[in-house]
């Protein structure tokens, strides 16, 4: 399964399986697919440039039976990120590199060091300036950054207000790939790549990247991924809680929804969606805040299904309510032969 329409990198992914790959092995293909597609200008080079103009890169792939990662933050000059991060995987002890030096550390696995910049980029870059640098990310500095560009500097006084998630840049920063991979013999895999989000201060390194907030899986239980404000997301690790739900029995739904709940209850304008595909090969699908709704692919069986789906904006009932909602009804159902006393009970329990 895939974010978004990126039915190419589903496509490749299943290819890979059929062929006898591994499920890392089409976790791998499903994202560097994306990255050479530049898919929804998200992934890959060429896109969101940070605020000098420049391209990053992060990415993850995590096997599902080991709880191994690979794992680039801020990658620099790679075009193929998922692929450092397989080599992250395969060939190092450690699980995460960044910036620079994850970029020498590319190039000493053969990765050919270019520059990640488009005419697009550039000329994003160039609109983005003329515009006094708006949107951008930062707050509380001086000059103000609602209205002017940098350098900034911090101003004495904190706000404690909640960020307005609203602005991390519309539909066109949330399309991540995120890919879940399960292969015949029930392995299962996860990855994401992404070029962040647009116009980020140089050094931002959103959720794709970090276990449990981008990508999770346990392969006895299940595997989430996950799309949206990163620097929201990651403070929430709704891919991990996402499959903690499902190990506490949750159906891969309702496991979805507590996910993204969770983030909602704080944070009501964030944008966002995690993809929950069990063990047993259910899915599971939740959203918040994404305007047209959310995408997804699955590859089953050789079909390949482009979905579509709303988020719910509507707060779900409480389990309190839900509870106090089923003693009404069998209090009415009780006494349902004295209409007049039913309806005083059901007053005082919804309308105090
Ligand atoms: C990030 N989560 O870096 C990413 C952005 C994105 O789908 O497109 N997610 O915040």
Not at 44 to 50: L, Q, S, Y
Not at 335 to 349: E, Q, W
Request: proline fraction near 4%; charge should be negative.
């Amino acid at each position: 399964m895939t974010t978004w329409n990126f039915i190419e990198a589903t496509q490749s992914a299943w290819d890979t399986l059929m062929v006898g790959g591994s499920a890392i092995d089409a976790v791998e293909t499903g994202c560097h697919v994306c990255e050479e597609l530049q898919c929804d200008n998200s992934v890959g080079f060429g896109n969101h440039p940070d605020e000098n103009g420049e391209t990053t890169l992060d990415a993850m792939i995590m096997d599902g039976d080991t709880f191994n990662v690979g794992a680039v933050a801020g990658l620099r000059r790679i075009k193929n990120a998922v692929g450092v991060a397989r080599k992250v995987l395969d060939n190092t002890d450690h699980s995460m590199l960044s910036g620079d030096l994850a970029t020498a550390f590319a190039v000493q696995m053969g990765f050919k060091e270019e520059s990640l910049s488009s005419n697009e980029s550039t000329e994003i870059y160039n609109e983005w300036k003329s515009a006094d640098c708006q949107p951008n990310f930062w707050e509380n500095v001086t000059p103000n950054s609602t209205a002017s560009c940098g350098p900034y500097s911090p101003l004495r006084s904190q706000s404690n207000e909640a960020k307005p998630a609203i602005e991390f840049g519309g539909n066109s920063n949330h399309d991540t790939i995120g890919i879940i991979a399960m292969d015949e013999n029930g392995k299962m895999a996860v990855g994401t790549s992404t070029n962040g989000a647009k116009y980020k201060i140089p050094g931002r390194v959103g959720d794709s990247p970090i276990p449990g907030a981008g990508a999770y899986v346990d392969a006895k239980i299940g595997a989430a991924v996950a799309t949206g404000n990163g620097d929201i997301m990651l403070r929430f690790l709704p891919t991990f809680s996402a499959v903690e739900f499902l190990r506490q029995g949750y159906q891969p739904e309702l496991a979805a929804e507590m996910a993204i709940n969770r983030i909602k209850v704080v944070e009501p304008l964030f944008s966002g969606a995690v993809i929950v595909v069990s063990s047993h090969g259910q899915v599971g699908v939740a959203c918040n805040g994404l305007e047209w709704g959310f995408t997804y692919v699955t590859a089953e069986n050789g079909t390949i299904t482009q979905m579509q789906m709303f988020c719910e904006e509507d707060a779900k009932p409480s389990k309190a309510s839900i509870y106090y909602q089923s003693i009404a009804v069998a209090i009415i159902f009780m006494v349902s032969l004295n209409i007049n006393k039913a309806y005083f009970l059901y007053i005082r329990l919804f309308r105090n």
